[in-house]
């Protein structure tokens, strides 16, 4: 009987992103403790980042560098806020770091909140190629928007014979 791979084949599961430590830009205020994005533990945060936006625009960006090509399906867990409009996880995807496609295509939203509180969100994308992942926050308005995020991971299915 065959589903995906012989009777009996064992898959194993790889996190291509575990303890990378992502580079982040356009913040107001960065986000601290990067390390706690990737170190398998859905309970440790990183700081809150930060941006005053007099209208809409980005809050901050979240990049991964993987180090090669995988075909990952991209998950985790984040808290977003802010004191007005609503706020936006997009996501992207790059062979080189240079040239970013939308991970979903069409609207590319991954989620998207109106809250004045934290709200935590999990999540999982489609599956990818790539090396290069980012995340980028949007607010739809002027606002002091906030993100925390506890863990992000790119998951390689591999089969083991």
């Known amino acids: 009987m065959s589903m995906g791979g012989e009777w009996g084949q064992k898959h194993l599961a ?13 913040w107001g205020t960065d986000p601290t403790n990067l390390g706690n994005i990737t ?4 309970d440790t945060v990183t700081g809150t980042g930060s941006t005053i936006l007099g209208g809409a625009g980005i ?10 090509e995988y075909t990952v399906l991209v998950g985790g867990k984040i808290g977003m806020w802010s004191t007005a409009n609503e706020m936006r996880l997009y996501f992207y995807w790059s062979l080189d770091g240079v040239t970013w496609n939308p991970m979903m295509g069409g609207g590319n939203i991954v989620m998207a909140e109106t809250v004045a509180a934290e709200s ?19 607010c739809s308005g002027a606002a002091t928007a906030n993100a925390k995020l506890y863990e992000v991971q790119a998951i390689e299915f591999a089969d083991v014979f």
């Open 14 to 26: 790889i996190n291509r992103l575990r303890d990378i430590t992502p580079t982040v830009s356009d």
């Open 39 to 42: 170190d398998n533990d859905w």
């Open 59 to 68: 809050v901050g960006r979240v990049m991964f560098d993987m180090g090669a």
């Open 120 to 138: 935590l969100s999990t999540w999982a994308s489609v599956y990818v190629r790539t090396r290069h992942i980012r995340l980028q926050f949007y």
